[in-house]
T-cell receptor, first 111, second 117 residues
């Protein structure tokens, strides 16, 4: 099967930089995605990495190392509105075309 | 439509009753997914539809759960003889499906919060 691990909680202050790690175990890895979910809201797509390296989108960047089965989401210049849960998700071609989601990391941004 | 629409937004039902949840995907999105999210938990895959292909039902937790989709439009998720452990938010998502389409991600609806009492 597949398994993903993320820290359950991360706390940081406004303006800081925070990194949320994700390690995964799959047999047919295809890609890694990140989603943001505010309390009571729908998950929203942030990024997708299929190849090794860093993808940057504004204040958010996502990194993937396929050889290490590891990725991270980097949030810079943290704002209060970034307080949310962040989920990594992997697609494993041996298990169909759906993404399997990690347990989520709850980020709290303090003033 | 502009986004993925789910109805009802909230549903309270008595244990043992059947419920039907509806999802309207974004027009033109051929792929549709149902996920379940228990309070404070991650997203649990239930079922996936892609065009006219046979759906991937591998995530359905029991035979009380079923889903249908007509072509590339509306989908309904039906839970028969509901149990208290079915209480969760049921999320629907759609995405365009073409080679490399994973980069577009899923667009989720706001979900149906189901409470079984």
């Amino acid at each position: 099967g597949q398994s993903l691990e993320q820290p359950s909680e991360v706390t940081a202050v406004e303006g800081a930089i925070v990194q949320i790690n994700c390690t995964y175990q799959t047999s047919g890895f295809y890609g890694l995605s990140w989603y943001q979910q505010h309390d009571g809201g729908a998950p929203t797509f942030l990024s997708y990495n299929a190849l090794d390296g860093l993808e940057e989108t504004g204040r958010f960047s996502s990194f993937l190392s396929r050889s290490d089965s590891y990725g991270y989401l980097l949030l810079q210049e943290l704002q209060m509105k970034d307080s949310a849960s962040y989920f990594c998700a992997v697609r494993d071609d041996n298990y169909g075309q759906n993404f399997v989601f990690g347990p989520g990391t709850r980020l709290s941004v303090l003033p | 439509g502009a986004g993925v629409s789910q109805s009802p937004s909230n549903k309270v039902t008595e244990k043992g009753k059947d419920v039907e949840l509806r999802c309207d995907p974004i027009s033109g999105h051929t792929a549709l997914y149902w996920y379940r999210q228990r309070l404070g938990q991650g997203l649990e895959f239930l079922i996936y539809f892609q065009g006219n292909s046979a759906p991937d039902k591998s995530g359905l937790p029991s035979d009380r759960f079923s889903a249908e989709r007509t072509g590339e439009s509306v989908s309904t998720l039906t839970i028969q003889r509901t149990q208290q452990e079915d209480s969760a938010v049921y999320l629907c998502a759609s995405s365009p499906f073409r080679s490399g389409g994973e980069g577009y991600g899923y667009t989720f609806g706001s979900g149906t919060r189901l409470t079984v009492v």
